[in-house]
C-alpha cells in the first residue's frame, strides 16, 4: 500500500522475532470512541500514509 500512495517501491527484511518481542500487536480506539467522543481525523492507513507522504513531499524533499 505505502508503494501504491508513493509510487516507490519500499524494502522489507523478513527477520525472526526477537527475544522479548511479543507474539501479537493489537490495538484499539474503541475506548477513546465511547468515553471521549474521539474520532480519528485519519481513519484509514491509507489515508495516513497518504498524509505522511504529502508532508514529507512538501517539507522534507
Known amino acids: 500500500m505505502v508503494r501504491e500512495v508513493t ?3 519500499v524494502p522489507v527484511e523478513m ?3 526477537r527475544s522479548g ?3 501479537a500487536l493489537v490495538a484499539s ?3 477513546a ?3 471521549l467522543g474521539w474520532t480519528p ?3 484509514t492507513l491509507h489515508d495516513m500514509v497518504s498524509d505522511a507522504w504529502a508532508f514529507y ?3 522534507v524533499s
Open 33 to 35: 470512541r465511547s468515553e
Open 7 to 9: 509510487g516507490h517501491p
Open 15 to 17: 527477520a525472526p522475532r
Open 57 to 59: 513531499q512538501e517539507h
Open 29 to 31: 480506539s474503541d475506548l
Open 21 to 23: 518481542d511479543p507474539a
Open 41 to 43: 481525523a485519519k481513519p
